[in-house]
């Protein structure tokens, strides 16, 4: 189980076919300054290394002590001789990572287990499955420094909870709680404190024994009908065609002959 420190902000571990990332400051409460920035970029680029040489199908995002990130480490800006030119690296490199993250064909899974805040929202957010604990709160924090959002904060909550909430948390930068985030769909499930980890090693474990070309499917496809500006008909031709294509491959023959012998697949594309 190879693990690091990169950039002495961010643990890496990648065992077996599942990668762990974790904000690895719990002093700064995860902020996000120079080091953890560079750390980010560079686990998101192991990411994408591992899928292309076949060694990867999930990978988790988590974070150490009581708050999974406060964004920004807006001390560290003010000290730079020129801030504006140091957020400005810093929002460059932190969209780089998340251009990354969205890209990857493998699903990838974020644990919140207590109080996201600024950019920290985008990587916490920005996955595929999003598990929250009860003790986890969403605060945007933004305008209260007088700075407009990031690493894609205005995307996710103007597309996942309409305008008018978006306008809400963006300009007021009250605290969501958990159960808030689960009514309006910015987590994919809540789930009891104390259990958060277990159920978390649920979800990696079973996504990295399923089909690694049916979830890279899904993901492209469900990824495309969210933001994609394409027509319901030709989101239908899309679904069409990469249906086609799985049942034509081994994992499609596989699930198929499983489902009708009552039995559990074997997906020949699953490398756990």
């Not at 800006?77 to 890209?103: C, K, N, Y």
């Not at 007021?172 to 090693?201: I, K």
Request: glycine content about 10%; proline content about 4%.
């Amino acid at each position: 189980m190879p693990e690091e420190l990169l950039y002495g902000r961010v643990r890496w571990v990648h065992d077996g076919a599942v990668a762990r990332v974790e904000l690895a400051s719990p002093d700064t409460r995860n902020a996000l300054d120079g080091d953890m920035t560079l750390g980010l970029r560079e686990a998101s680029a192991r990411l994408a290394e591992g899928v292309d040489d076949g060694t990867l199908d999930v990978a988790v995002l988590t974070a150490q002590g009581p708050v999974f990130s406060v964004g920004g480490d807006l001390r560290w800006f003010a000290e730079a001789p020129d801030p504006s030119a140091r957020i400005a690296e810093t929002a460059t490199l932190l969209h780089e990572t998340l251009r990354t993250l969205a890209e990857l064909p493998i699903p990838v899974v974020s644990v919140v287990h207590g109080t996201v805040a600024g950019g920290g929202i985008g990587i916490a957010l920005g996955a595929d499955i999003v598990l929250a604990g009860t003790a986890a709160e969403l605060r945007v924090a933004y305008t209260a420094a007088g700075l407009s959002p990031g690493c894609g904060v205005s995307w996710l909550l103007a597309r996942r909870i309409g305008q008018a909430r978006a306008v809400d948390l963006a300009m007021t930068n009250r605290m969501v709680t958990a159960e808030e985030l689960r009514q309006w769909g910015l987590v994919s499930r809540v789930v009891a404190q104390e259990t958060l980890a277990d159920e978390a090693e649920e979800v990696v474990q079973a996504l990295a024994s399923g089909s690694a070309p049916a979830l890279a499917a899904t993901k492209r496809l469900l990824r495309e009908a969210g933001e994609a500006p394409t027509t319901f008909s030709a989101h239908l031709d899309a679904e069409a065609a990469s249906i086609a294509d799985l049942l034509g491959g081994p994992d499609g023959r596989e699930g198929l002959s499983a489902f009708l012998g009552k039995r559990a697949p074997v997906f020949v594309s699953s490398r756990g």
